[in-house]
């Protein structure tokens, strides 16, 4: 947690991002023969679960490089994951991407050597996410929204409001949600609170979850305090929560569309809704290790993983968006009507995680900065 703190209060004394050094790869040559990544479980399959599901075992063979994947739960473990070093590729979300740059843990990438850059999807190619001053610090890999998933067997039709996880009530079933519900966890779910409060309290003037001001924050992180008192248990591990959802009796939950597909194919009585508030989200960039080991593989990687193939079947597995439109189509998998399935057109719906700073647009630059998110909100956790 203290590596956690430390690169947070970095990023809001160092997110100018002036005078940053800029060395790109010039040239490919051949693949060294390894490749170690960092990804979300269930980004990088080579078909240990379903067979069919393997974008990795023909990677190695035309490469000859060996991928070797540790997965994370959530973007603080992946930026500690990454400061500690030895890894070349990390799939990070908006809540991690900036503060890799600035904490110099990516190199730019040089989008010349990856013949498939084009085809990327217009609306992710310059995203401010993974873009300063107009240098790429990765590309982009999947995107999707984090939907709320609840039990059928309780709620016979969808729940029009996140009110069900953030506020004390009887469900349909005429028990209370105290106990059977379940929360983020990782310090960005305070943005999911603002986002709450945006609908039901406009008089705060929230104009983004992620630019807060002082009055604003202390409002998110007291409705956080009321979820508190009804969350079974704070969730970052996907297969945990699934589990949960199977033996433990939760109910109701934001989650991930993985989740949602891991429990529908396995016949459980799950379903997931966008709720009238909206949602927040998240769009994955894979980013370089400043000093990675296996470069040329690494860019091997970042040209296979844009081909409509492999983007189609990443998101048939996880229920997400491919971040090339020509994956839309024709994908076995995926079929012709996933993408518009999983959301493809609610892009502009989706307040995507990004890093929160003090320098912020909304509020004048008197924003709330991410590490006050982050001891915040292991406070309310622990019940203060």
Known sequence: MNAFLKSCTALTVALTFSGQAIAQVKELGKGEGELNIIA????????????????????????GCKVNVKTANTSDEMVSLM??????????????????????RVQPINTDLIKSWKTVDDRLKDAPWFT??????????????????YNTAVFKEAPKSWNVVFEEMK??????????????????HIAD???YLMFHKPELGIKDPYELSEDQYKAALDLLRTQRTLVGRYW???AIQVDDFQNEGVVASGSWPY????????????????????????????MMEADAAHPNCAYMWLEHSLSPKVQGDVSSWFGSLPVVPAACKGNELLGDEGCKTNGYDNF?????????????????????????????YIGVIGGR
């Open 40 to 63: 979300w479980p269930g980004y990088i399959e080579r078909g240990e679960t379903d067979k069919n599901y393997d974008w990795v075992t023909a990677f190695e063979k035309e490469s």
């Open 83 to 104: 400061n500690e070093g030895g890894f070349d590729l990390v799939t990070a979300s908006g809540d991690a991407s900036l503060r890799l740059v600035a904490g110099k």
């Open 132 to 149: 300063v001053d107009k240098v790429h610090y990765g590309i982009p890999y999947q995107w999707g929204p984090n939907i709320l998933m």
């Open 171 to 188: 469900l349909p079933d005429g028990k209370s949600n105290k106990g059977r519900v379940q929360a983020y966890d990782g310090p960005i």
């Open 193 to 195: 609170a603002a986002n």
């Open 236 to 238: 970052h591990d996907a």
């Open 259 to 286: 989740q949602v597909n891991t429990l529908v194919a396995a016949k459980k009585p799950v379903a997931s809704t966008v709720p009238e508030e909206g949602v927040t989200g998240w769009a994955d960039t894979t």
């Open 348 to 376: 502009d719906k989706i307040k995507f995680w990004k890093t929160p700073v003090s320098k912020c647009a909304s509020q004048n630059d008197q924003c709330v900065p991410y590490y006050r998110w982050v001891s915040d």
